[in-house]
């Protein structure tokens, strides 16, 4: 890799370094904790509702298989997990392009979305790079994996300067920032399994086609649709330019709802854990069944969870206390979060 002075200045960046809700990278060493202690000969791990990518990176000594519903967060994993080599000085020289180059042209950012999220000169920026990024693909000057990467890149820096509380169901009215739009360079191992694999679909479905020695299964708990939340880094990384709408200026998501976020959740659950094909199902749940507002409310219970899970086998459960997300309507203090470990039966899946 050339070095960063023949290339010019840049930053780097590491996978947890964005915001997500029910992002699990705190609670990484009780999560690998249990796994250590608890299950035996773990070769391949299943991350089926993988967000950022959090948990997968815990487990980057395993073949793993990621997994989410939105692309944004395959594209990440991707990013971080996928098998292709790439060029890091190739990226490198592009982050550098980025952060220099001046934009004052027109596109489906600022048309959409000046002084909303971002300011109109960081949406002319924004759009730039995605359509760049996107033209240097389709000329067969990057790979998957550097195109990837290069979106990753953007996603991590529009994060960092986002005129929200982290998420995209509305942006600060009226607001400025003062921190200028900052490419840095992921640093993506080049030495992941050969054969991980990262998929981008309902895991519903993925779990009759994959074999893993664990699945983790970290749905969404309440109603709060992670489409609704991140719609805005979803239509950057698909960058199909849809139309957009209202105040928060989102897409049609309607192909991206979960079930999990509603009363489905149960229904959708019992033939997900029927379907896995593992001697470990590992799931991540917390305790806010009852505590909190409607909004924040569990969809699935206790009760629930035990019923389904022991279906398939012996079921413990671990417990860590940890503060929870709160968007200060809730009556939330303490919560624990929660593990409920599967060993299945033989034979079962
Ligand atoms: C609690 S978050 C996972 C957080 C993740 N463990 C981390 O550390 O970043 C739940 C994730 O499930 C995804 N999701 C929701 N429904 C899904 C489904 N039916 N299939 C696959 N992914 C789904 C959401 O997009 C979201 O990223």
């Not at 592009?94 to 300011?119: D, H, K, P, R």
């Not at 009759?208 to 719609?231: F, G, M």
Request: proline share 3%.
């Amino acid at each position: 890799m050339e070095t960063a002075k023949s290339i010019g200045s840049y930053k780097t960046t590491l996978i947890n370094n964005r915001r997500y809700l029910g992002n699990k990278y705190r609670l990484l060493p009780f999560i690998s904790g249990v796994v250590e202690r608890e299950c035996r000969d773990i070769q391949v791990v299943a991350d089926i509702f993988a967000g950022t990518g959090a948990v997968s990176s815990a487990f980057s000594d395993k073949r793993l298989i990621t997994n989410d519903i939105m692309y944004s967060n395959y594209v990440c994993n991707f990013a971080w997990f996928g098998a292709q080599p790439y060029d890091p000085a190739k990226i490198a020289e592009l982050v550098v392009y980025y952060n220099t180059v001046i934009v004052a042209e027109e596109n489906y950012m600022t048309q959409n979305f000046a002084g909303t999220y971002f300011s109109r000169d960081d949406c002319a920026k924004i759009g730039f790079i995605r359509g760049d990024i996107e033209r240097r693909f389709h000329q067969g000057e990057l790979n998957h994996r550097e195109r990837a990467i290069l979106i990753t890149s953007l996603l991590y820096a529009m994060d960092k300067i986002a005129l929200t509380c982290g998420h995209y169901d509305a942006f600060r009215q009226g607001a400025t920032s003062d921190q200028p739009l900052e490419l840095r360079l992921p640093l993506a191992p080049q030495d992941n399994d050969p054969e991980n694999q990262c998929f981008n679909e309902d895991a519903n479905n993925l779990v009759k086609r994959i074999t893993a020695d664990l699945v983790y299964i970290d749905p969404p708990y309440n109603s709060r649709q992670y489409c609704d939340t991140y719609h805005l880094l979803e239509n950057v990384a698909r960058w199909e330019k849809p139309e957009v709408f209202g105040v928060a200026r989102k897409m049609d998501r309607r192909r991206l709802k979960s079930r999990y976020c509603t009363r489905e959740a149960v229904t959708a659950f019992e033939s997900l854990v029927a379907d896995i094909q593992a001697r470990y199902i590992l799931l991540s749940y917390n305790n806010m069944a009852t505590k909190g507002n409607s909004r924040s409310n569990a969809k699935l219970t206790d009760e629930d969870i035990l019923r389904i899970l022991r279906t398939r086998g012996e079921v413990k459960i671990f417990s860590s206390v940890y503060k929870a997300f709160s968007a200060g309507q809730s009556d939330i203090s303490d919560n624990a979060e929660r593990l409920f470990l599967c060993i299945c039966d033989e034979g079962e899946g």
